[in-house]
């Protein structure tokens, strides 16, 4: 499937072209594999990974926008500026092609989780004895680069709130 990066389009899939995939990472000098066919499957899986992962500030620009990006946010302020609404946010980029090497290098954002994690593991050699001991949550993969670039569009619930210092 040919990549659609009309910005705010109603069959949009991704936020960059492989051209901008491969000058992202040729400037960081990391080596590429794949056709162009897995490189745009890549972008599109990583691009549907972000749109359905965050919750971001302000609203969809369009009404019937296939992607999360272009937002209306209003007063909100990223990065002690405004963002325009007609325009993807560097990072937004920057994110999506970070994850989609991630996926070259065989991480799968949208695997199933199941079980919890391991947190104890006890074995004992004569008479035979073994305990592993699992806690009751899942553990689902972090991806700190994108998280990163991420966080400053993202809106903060719960607990949580985002402190700026005046």
């Known amino acids: 499937m040919a990549l659609v990066v009309t910005v705010g389009g109603t069959t949009t899939n991704s936020y960059i072209t492989v051209a901008e995939y491969t000058a992202y990472w040729s400037s960081r000098n990391a080596t590429l594999t794949g056709s162009t066919a897995?490189?745009?499957?890549?972008?599109?899986?990583?691009?549907?990974?972000i749109n359905r992962t965050y919750d971001f500030?302000?609203?969809?620009?369009?009404?019937?926008?296939?992607?999360?990006?272009p937002r209306l946010t209003g007063y909100?302020?990223?990065?002690?500026?405004?963002?325009?609404?007609?325009?993807?946010?560097?990072?937004?980029?920057?994110?999506?092609?970070?994850l989609a090497f991630l996926i070259q290098g065989g991480a799968t954002p949208f695997a199933t989780v199941e079980g919890g994690a391991k947190v104890?593991?006890?074995?004992?050699a004569g008479p035979v004895?073994?305990?592993?001991?699992?806690?009751n949550f899942r553990e689902t993969p972090r991806y700190v680069a994108i998280e990163g670039l991420l966080a400053p569009y993202t809106v903060y619930s719960g607990s949580q709130i985002k402190v700026i210092r005046g």
């Open 38 to 49: 897995e490189t745009e499957g890549r972008l599109i899986e990583a691009a549907d990974y």
């Open 76 to 98: 909100v302020l990223i990065k002690n500026w405004p963002i325009n609404a007609d325009v993807i946010p560097q990072d937004i980029k920057d994110a999506q092609a970070e």
């Open 120 to 124: 104890r593991e006890k074995s004992k």
């Open 129 to 135: 004895e073994s305990e592993i001991e699992y806690t």
């Open 57 to 69: 500030v302000g609203e969809r620009q369009y009404q019937y926008q296939a992607m999360v990006w």
